[in-house]
């Protein structure tokens, strides 16, 4: 029998949870203006065995539900629970944005953009700070999930830090079709992560406002991986095999619409494409005109842009320039 001791008690937000047990905590973070609280439920699985504590995290921007729907399965098939540690899910953290179907707070801040947050700052920062303060300090590893913003889609991918070692091992093992090189934005909770010390891998994958299937598998069988490999896997579950490895991205470039109009695209998403390959058709209203947009380069399409109508200069495909060991 696991002897209970002040290290295998697990503290968030001032409430203490013991090995062995579920919880559920709920994170008072304000009110509406109607004086209803708004609370962010905290799903805590703890095994009787020692171990990492895992936190995973999705809805930093409201809109993206593809990251909810990932976490959301995780809990409901019971990946979450343990062979050994402890595993923190929070499918919505941005409760405001995902109400109204906005990537914003209330305050009109990217709360991906005020981490480590302030005490005293505005709605944003004030969450920020009570998160990074009182629940990533319980965290060994985080797992964070998010789509592209507007009508951009991602290919299913993880970001990591170009320098970080230790986190491109964990993308290898995490698998998604692809891995970016990707320096951490300032204010971000990557950035922020990185500061205290704390392994994160980002997962991007979909759009916003949208839910895909596809996508949502992606990021459940990733994450199984990452559990399997950290002894976490329940022996009921069997983590996902595939056969390849995660393309690494060093470099990609955008394409850019040459004229404004109509958007055709004639390309799926992950697609390999050769130099001069047709990807899609600007057209006017009035049958009057038609582009054909054309590969500048090979590589892999690892963004599209869905919009029906696109202006002169919005970015419509990102594409793969260079990959590690290509």
């Not at 399965?73 to 941005?94: D, E, H, M, T």
């Not at 009508?151 to 091992?169: G, M, T, W, Y």
């Not at 980002?202 to 990733?222: C, T």
């Not at 955008?254 to 390309?267: D, E, P, Q, T």
């Amino acid at each position: 029998m696991t002897k209970v001791t002040e290290k295998n008690i697990l503290n968030i937000l001032g409430k203490e949870v013991l090995p062995g047990t579920s919880t559920t905590i709920n994170f008072n973070i304000a009110k509406l203006y109607t004086s209803t609280k708004v609370e962010i439920p905290i799903i805590i699985e703890r095994s009787k065995k020692p171990g990492p504590t895992v936190l995973i995290t999705a809805g930093i921007h409201g809109d993206e539900i593809n990251g909810v729907e990932v976490v959301r399965q995780i809990i409901a098939r019971k990946i979450n629970k343990p062979a050994k540690g402890s595993i923190i899910c929070i499918p919505v953290l941005n409760v405001f944005g995902f109400l109204s179907m906005d990537r914003f707070f209330p305050d009109g801040r990217d709360l991906n953009r005020v981490f480590p947050g302030t005490k005293n700052g505005s709605l944003a920062s004030r969450f920020a700070y009570q998160f990074i303060n009182d629940i990533l300090p319980a965290a060994d590893f985080c797992l964070d999930f998010h789509t592209g913003g507007a009508s951009r889609f991602n290919a299913p991918h993880i970001r990591v830090d170009p320098k970080n070692e230790r986190l491109i091992e964990l993308a290898k093992i995490f698998n998604a079709p692809f891995t970016l090189f990707s320096r951490n934005l300032e204010g971000s909770y990557r950035a922020t992560c990185a500061k205290k010390g704390k392994d994160i891998l980002l997962f991007e994958g979909g759009k916003s406002q949208n839910s895909s299937k596809e996508i949502a598998r992606e990021g459940v069988q990733g994450t199984m991986r990452i559990l399997d490999y950290l002894g976490m896997l329940k022996t009921e579950f069997e983590a996902p095999v595939r056969d390849f490895d995660t393309k690494i991205v060093v470099k990609s470039v955008w394409m850019r619409a040459k004229y404004s109009g109509l958007l055709h695209i004639k390309v799926p998403i992950g697609k390999h494409i050769e130099k001069g390959e047709v990807m899609a058709t600007i057209t006017d209203p009035y049958g009057k005109m038609r582009h054909v947009v054309k590969a500048n380069n090979e590589g892999y399409v690892i963004n599209v842009n869905e919009s029906s109508i696109v202006y002169k200069g919005d970015a419509i495909f990102r594409i793969t320039k260079e990959l590690v060991n290509e």
